[in-house]
């Protein structure tokens, strides 16, 4: 799972991001790489909240004002797993068919969500 603590800034940077995701980048390929194996993220996400860069397996979800934010995180963690040779892939948490508007809901299937993955799927 990629629940990896990366900021904690409540508007971390893209380059703050950048820099976190590459640590554990760096851990994941000395992991892979002394077993000889390659690493599919089971689970993937960040909910709408102000601490999603700090405690990114948070269900809580604040209001709107944090889509921003969940859209920098997942952007940047898909392009920095795309360029990670030994991560394979990673399974978004979670897919809802329609927007809920209460509980646990990460809420990718909003269409500024879908453009995000879209746009670095893609490539």
């Known amino acids: 799972q990629a629940y990896f603590p990366l900021s904690e800034s409540e508007e971390p940077s893209e380059e703050e991001l950048r820099?976190?995701?590459a640590q554990r980048m760096n851990e994941v390929?000395?992991?892979?790489?002394?077993?000889d194996r390659?690493?599919?993220?089971?689970?993937l996400g960040y909910n709408r909240n102000r601490d999603a860069a700090r405690r990114p397996w948070e269900?809580?979800?604040?209001?709107?004002?944090t889509?921003?934010?969940q859209r920098r995180l997942?952007?940047?963690a898909l392009e920095e797993i795309d360029r990670e040779h030994r991560v394979v892939g990673a399974f978004l948490w979670t897919w809802f068919p329609g927007p809920r508007p209460?509980?646990?809901n990460f809420q990718?299937?909003?269409?500024?969500?879908r453009q995000v993955i879209r746009q670095v799927w893609r490539r």
């Open 67 to 69: 889509a921003g934010l």
């Open 102 to 104: 209460v509980g646990r």
């Open 29 to 35: 390929r000395a992991f892979a790489a002394g077993h």
């Open 38 to 43: 390659y690493v599919v993220f089971t689970e």
């Open 59 to 65: 269900y809580r979800v604040d209001g709107p004002e």
């Open 108 to 113: 990718l299937a909003e269409p500024e969500m």
């Open 19 to 21: 820099g976190a995701w």
């Open 74 to 76: 997942t952007r940047v």
